[in-house]
C-alpha cells in the first residue's frame, strides 16, 4: 500500500484547506485511515483517524469541531476549517491494517500504524 498526500499550502488564519490522501496497491477498505502532524521539536500527533468497516472516528481535542475526516473509494480526505497559525506542522497520511475489532484510539492516540505517506505542509499565517 502506497500512500501519496496533497494540498498542503500557505493560507491566512481562519482560511479553510483540504487535504488529500491517495491509496495505490491495496484496497482501504481493510484499513483504518487517518491523519498525523508534525513540528520540528514536537511529538507526532494524531489529528483524525477513521476506521472504514465501521465508520468509527476521532479527532483530536484541538480540531474536533475544525476538522473532518472522510473517505471517498481509495481517497482520504482531511478538510480543515478555521485554520490557525498552531496548525502549522507537516500532515502526513497513515493506515492501519485491521484485525479484529476497529480501535481509532489505538491509532491515533497509540499510534498504531502500519504505512505512512511521506507528508504535505501546512503552514498558517498569522
Known amino acids: 500500500l502506497q500512500l501519496v498526500e496533497s494540498g498542503g499550502d500557505l493560507v491566512q488564519t481562519g482560511d479553510p484547506l483540504r487535504l488529500s490522501c491517495v491509496a495505490t496497491?491495496?484496497?482501504?477498505?481493510?484499513?483504518?485511515v487517518g491523519w498525523f502532524r508534525q513540528v520540528p521539536g514536537k511529538e507526532r500527533e494524531g489529528v483524525s483517524c477513521?476506521?472504514?468497516?465501521?465508520?468509527s472516528t476521532y479527532y483530536a481535542d484541538s480540531v474536533q469541531g475544525r476538522f473532518s475526516i472522510s473517505r471517498v473509494k481509495n481517497t482520504v480526505f482531511l478538510q480543515m476549517t478555521s485554520l490557525q497559525p498552531e496548525d502549522t506542522a507537516v500532515y502526513t497520511c497513515?493506515?492501519?491494517?485491521?484485525?479484529?475489532?476497529?480501535?481509532?484510539?489505538?491509532?491515533?492516540?497509540?499510534?498504531?500504524?502500519?504505512?505512512w505517506g511521506q507528508g504535505t505542509q501546512v503552514a498558517v499565517s498569522p
Open positions: 477513521l476506521c472504514n468497516n465501521d465508520g
Open positions: 497513515a493506515a492501519d491494517l485491521i484485525f479484529g475489532p476497529p480501535d481509532v484510539q489505538a491509532m491515533c492516540v497509540g499510534g498504531r500504524v502500519d504505512h
Open positions: 496497491g491495496y484496497t482501504l477498505d481493510y484499513y483504518c
